[in-house]
């Protein structure tokens, strides 16, 4: 339906009132009689004095002429608010999230996600992020390090413009956080693309102990011996220990400086 997205909505009343008042022949009472319902029933549901029972959500979601992931995502919100344990209402929430997340989610092409795989695509992003950037490739080319070229800079900000990734909102850029659809074949290029991305991170450390000053940069390294078997206890650890140590230094204006903060772990022993 091109007048009513339910997705705009992240409870269920909201949801049906705009389905409601998105065209003028619509109303509580055809609503209910659709629903099979008094008209009492859906203004008190609508005024949260009721709930909307979930064995009724069914015939509800047809009444709202909803369909396939618009339906479904009408049923887990009303599950959500339904009379049941705390976590299925929670794994229903969840649900409902993940749901309103794909259908907001940009879908870029395959081009597009291998372009976007480049290493100094996140270097862009954080200077648009902090305000500092210009999408001029010869000026971006000129500001990153290890060289890039400036043809290589504009084939990437056209990709990043046309998934809409990155957008200018009166001579403002910025950037687009909702998550990024994908099929297998996507799904298979973006694991490529990211495993060489980590490949380029390695080279690129080695080559900022050769040519960049001891104050621009620090490489440490530790031999541990653990238990195996709390490997990925470890792993959340060290993600969790990256955010903490980042966050506090991430400016949101006036940095004028992009600097790449990684941390490997793999086992030295077979």
Do not use: C
Not at 17 to 37: E, M, N, Y
């Amino acid at each position: 339906m091109s007048d009513f997205d339910p997705f705009d909505h992240a409870e269920y009343r909201p949801l049906i009132r705009a389905w409601i008042g998105a065209r003028p022949a619509r109303s509580q009472t055809l609503l209910a009689r659709r629903a099979g319902v008094s008209r009492s029933m859906v203004a008190m549901v609508l005024a949260g004095e009721r709930d909307l029972p979930l064995a009724s959500a069914e015939t509800w979601a047809d009444a709202l002429e909803l369909e396939d992931d618009g339906r479904a995502y009408l049923l887990l919100l009303v599950k959500a608010d339904s009379p049941i344990s705390l976590d299925l209402r929670r794994q229903a929430r969840a649900q409902a999230a993940a749901l309103r997340d794909s259908h907001y989610a940009l879908r870029p092409t395959l081009r597009q996600a291998q372009l976007l795989g480049r290493w100094f695509v996140p270097v862009i992003l954080e200077l648009v992020r902090a305000g500092r950037a210009s999408l001029d490739p010869e000026w971006l080319a000129a500001r990153i390090w290890p060289e890039v070229t400036a043809d290589e800079v504009d084939e990437t900000v056209r990709a990043l413009r046309e998934a809409g990734i990155v957008t200018e909102e009166d001579g403002t850029m910025r950037i687009d956080h909702r998550p990024i659809a994908t099929n297998r074949q996507l799904s298979d290029e973006l694991s490529r693309t990211g495993r060489q991305y980590h490949h380029v991170q390695l080279e690129h450390a080695s080559r900022a102990l050769d040519e960049q000053p001891p104050e621009t940069r620090w490489v440490g390294s530790l031999a541990v011996a653990v238990d195996g078997s709390r490997i990925e206890e470890m792993q959340q650890a060290l993600h969790r220990f990256q955010l903490e140590v980042i966050e506090p230094f991430r400016a949101d204006a006036g940095a004028d400086t992009v600097v790449q903060v990684s941390l490997q772990l793999f086992a030295r022993t077979r």
